[in-house]
């Protein structure tokens, strides 16, 4: 819509996890570090959390990119599925032929030949699952058990869960004990700090084919990173907002009434100052009532 506008050859920040438009800012590029040293380490299962938009979906996808050259990958987007199903998912994703209505020994014994095989070649099978927060906990248990395929000196198989922070308090569950003993490495996603902003910004916009000047206006970024906190999915859904604002009225940059508009249409102020004081006064007059209410019903039951 504003594409040909702005001159650029499509949306610069759409909400689909596109690796070209993976911004190396600190929390991903230190995510990304930590998951490459624990797999040169050897470890077996490694986990990396972070709040919803944080872009958990798109570093998982970016290091898919980065292990294809020297490792197996079996990518699992759905983390619904039952042991048996998850087993199959893991076949399907290395192409194994397996006899239909394998059972899940069938598909266990296969898989354990498979990672025989790509250890002789030196290719490591990495097992990639998204929104782990989600899979039950049956499924968390086959995991563990299929990690065992193991030698005595060498991992066969590692585990890379990608989870929103309320995996932690599944992990915490007694019937998970030994998996969670057994995540070695972990780390948690953090924001975009406010100088890093501009930076990513001026990425994606480039990556979308920009090459005019500034955009963004100082106080409109300022306005953005204050709206946004610097959450990588609520960044690009208020940049998009204010560009489509600023292509309706005709304006080239992005200002702060541009960037105002645009974070209204996404959060609309639910009431005025003078409605929040009168609110809280209602609020404190209930309060008050309740209280005298309660005393009056003590006194009453004194007598």
């Known amino acids: 819509m504003y594409e040909q506008f702005f001159g650029l050859r499509e949306k610069p920040f759409s909400l689909t996890p596109d690796t070209?438009?993976?911004?190396?800012?600190?929390?991903?590029?230190?995510?990304?570090?930590?998951?490459?040293?624990?797999?040169?380490?050897?470890?077996?299962?490694?986990?990396?959390?972070?709040?919803?938009?944080?872009?958990?979906?798109?570093?998982?996808?970016?290091?898919?990119?980065?292990l294809q050259d020297d490792c197996e990958t079996a990518y699992l987007p759905n983390p619904l599925l039952?042991?048996?199903?998850?087993y199959q998912a893991i076949v399907s994703e290395l192409e194994l032929e397996i006899p239909a209505g394998a059972t899940v020994q069938q598909m266990n014994q296969r898989i354990l030949e498979e990672l025989i095989r790509l250890r002789d070649l030196n290719r490591p099978l990495v097992v990639l699952i998204d929104e782990a927060q989600a899979m039950p906990l049956q499924s968390l248990e086959a995991l563990r058990?299929?990690?065992?395929?193991?030698?005595?000196?060498?991992?066969?198989?590692?585990?890379?869960?990608?989870?929103?922070?309320?995996?932690?308090?599944?992990?915490?569950?007694?019937?998970?004990?030994?998996?969670?003993?057994?995540?070695?490495?972990?780390?948690t996603l953090s924001a975009l700090?406010?100088?890093?902003?501009?930076?990513?910004?001026?990425?994606?916009?480039?990556?979308?084919?920009?090459?005019?000047?500034a955009l963004f206006q100082d106080s409109a970024a300022r306005l953005l990173y204050s709206a946004s906190c610097g959450v990588p999915r609520l960044i690009n859904l208020l940049a998009h907002k204010a560009l489509l604002a600023a292509y309706g009225k005709g304006r080239?940059?992005?200002?702060?009434?541009?960037?105002?508009?645009?974070?209204?249409?996404?959060?609309?102020?639910?009431?005025?100052?003078?409605?929040?004081?009168?609110?809280g006064f209602m609020l404190k007059l209930g309060k008050i009532l309740v209280a005298a209410i309660v005393t009056l019903l003590v006194l009453r039951g004194l007598q």
């Open 20 to 66: 070209e438009y993976f911004y190396r800012y600190s929390g991903h590029q230190e995510a990304l570090n930590v998951l490459l040293v624990a797999l040169r380490n050897g470890e077996g299962f490694v986990r990396v959390s972070g709040e919803v938009g944080t872009g958990k979906t798109l570093l998982c996808r970016q290091l898919l990119k980065v």
């Open 82 to 86: 039952t042991p048996k199903e998850l």
């Open 145 to 187: 058990l299929l990690s065992n395929l193991e030698t005595e000196k060498e991992k066969l198989l590692h585990i890379f869960f990608f989870a929103q922070p309320e995996f932690e308090q599944r992990l915490a569950k007694n019937e998970l004990r030994q998996l969670r003993q057994r995540i070695t490495f972990s780390y």
């Open 193 to 213: 700090n406010q100088r890093e902003l501009g930076g990513y910004l001026e990425h994606r916009l480039k990556i979308a084919g920009y090459q005019g000047g």
């Open 252 to 279: 080239r940059s992005i200002d702060r009434r541009l960037m105002e508009a645009a974070i209204k249409d996404t959060n609309p102020q639910k009431e005025t100052t003078a409605g929040a004081v009168v609110s």
